[in-house]
């Protein structure tokens, strides 16, 4: 079946760098994706999104980049902070029918070293 | 209120028992949606309300699990004869209206520990 998923589950950067989160989607029918960012013991937190006839958005230190060629999306996170240190989710968010239906990718984890 | 609401946080029940979360979604928010997301998962969709009308519930994961929402405000997750394989972070999701690029907000989520 269709499903989103990310390429690597944990990532470690310094504090300050950027960094780069990955995910792979198969569902060519999909036409927004968002980010979410979850905090231990807290619920997803919306990060940015983005449609399918865009291929870049920024918002504030992040960058979110679609390339519908190879079914590829990329969360850019930029001077990385000690409070980015969370699991990442990557979500494509479907309307079918009377449905409204958001399907979440397995998350990678995101550490922060000082 | 300011944010979703969801009670209670933490929930401990014995296998066979049946347990009740509550969700206040934002005010004013015609979308509700349930998630279920065990340890180390990405949260999974379990149903989905249009205020009072549940236009999707093909989540659930059998007919133990019930939702409602009847006044399309406060919607409940009812789990009868609780089972091992529940125990999960119950999430709770709300957005202004049903278009697609209106943000999907969460709760804190309620923790089910079935023993």
């Known amino acids: 079946g269709e499903s989103v998923g990310l390429h690597l589950p944990t990532l470690s950067v310094q504090e300050g760098d950027n960094s780069i989160i990955n995910c792979a989607y198969s569902n060519s029918a999909s036409d927004y994706f968002i980010w979410y960012k979850q905090e231990s013991g807290k619920g997803p937190q919306f990060i940015i999104d983005i449609r399918s006839n865009m291929d870049k958005r920024q918002g504030q230190r992040v960058t979110v980049l679609l390339n519908k060629t190879v079914k590829h999306l990329s969360l850019q996170i930029a001077a990385t902070q000690p409070g980015d240190s969370a699991v990442y989710f990557c979500?494509?968010?479907?309307?079918?029918?009377?449905?409204?239906?958001?399907?979440f990718g397995t998350g990678t984890q995101l550490k922060v070293e000082l | 209120g300011a944010g979703v609401s969801q009670s209670p946080r933490y929930k401990v029940a014995k296998r066979g028992q049946d347990v009740a979360l509550r969700c206040d979604p934002i005010?004013?928010?015609?979308?509700l949606f349930w998630y279920q997301q065990a340890l180390g998962q990405g949260p999974e969709f379990l149903t989905y309300?249009?205020?009072?009308?549940?236009?999707?519930k093909s989540g659930l994961p059998s007919d133990r699990f019930f939702a409602e929402r009847p006044e399309g405000s406060v919607s409940t997750l009812k789990i009868q004869r609780t089972q091992q394989e529940d125990s999960a972070v119950y999430l709770c999701?709300?957005?202004?209206?049903?278009?697609?690029?209106?943000?999907?907000?969460f709760g804190e989520g309620s923790w089910l520990t079935v023993v």
């Open positions: 999701a709300s957005s202004l209206h049903r278009g697609i690029s209106n943000t999907i907000y």
């Open positions: 979500a494509e968010r479907v309307l079918t029918g009377g449905g409204n239906k958001l399907t």
């Open positions: 005010s004013g928010h015609v979308s």
């Open positions: 309300f249009q205020n009072e009308a549940q236009l999707d």
